[in-house]
């Protein structure tokens, strides 16, 4: 069993920075792909950003790359999200969860994922 748990959203002005935290405990080394998703009132759960948690590949969504970051510290079981130059359209409750794939194969479909955290609120404000 893997627990996820989130930490570190928050309410921030546009153009704002916040990271968020993912902390994996118990049977980590089934996993292969930490990912975060977000989810908006009224819209599915989708895809921001994944990393490979043996070599650290990433992979990002169109619509946050350039702006946040992935990374994942194995010493840890941490999964961290950077994200800069917020935007009133980022606002959503952020979830991390983990897959026993390689990202490629894990894909971005939030079906495909079994292990999740409860999700951390992030508020971008205009």
């Known amino acids: 069993q893997v627990q996820l748990v989130e930490s570190g959203g928050g309410l921030v002005q546009a153009g704002g920075s916040l990271r968020l935290s993912c902390a994996a405990s118990?049977?980590?080394?089934?996993?292969?792909?930490m990912t975060w998703f977000r989810q908006a009132p009224g819209k599915e759960r989708e895809f921001v950003a994944a990393?490979?948690?043996?070599?650290?590949?990433?992979y990002y969504a169109d619509s946050v790359k350039g702006r946040f970051t992935i990374s994942r510290d194995n010493a840890k079981n941490t999964v961290d999200l950077q994200m800069n130059s917020l935007k009133p359209e980022d606002t959503a409750v952020y979830y991390c969860?983990?897959?026993?794939?390689?990202?490629?194969?894990?894909?971005?479909?939030?079906?495909?994922?079994?292990?999740w955290g409860q999700g951390t609120q992030v508020t971008v404000s205009s």
């Open positions: 990393v490979s948690w043996s070599g650290g590949s990433t």
């Open positions: 969860a983990g897959n026993p794939r390689p990202p490629l194969t894990a894909g971005t479909e939030a079906r495909n994922y079994d292990r």
């Open positions: 118990g049977r980590t080394s089934i996993i292969n792909t």
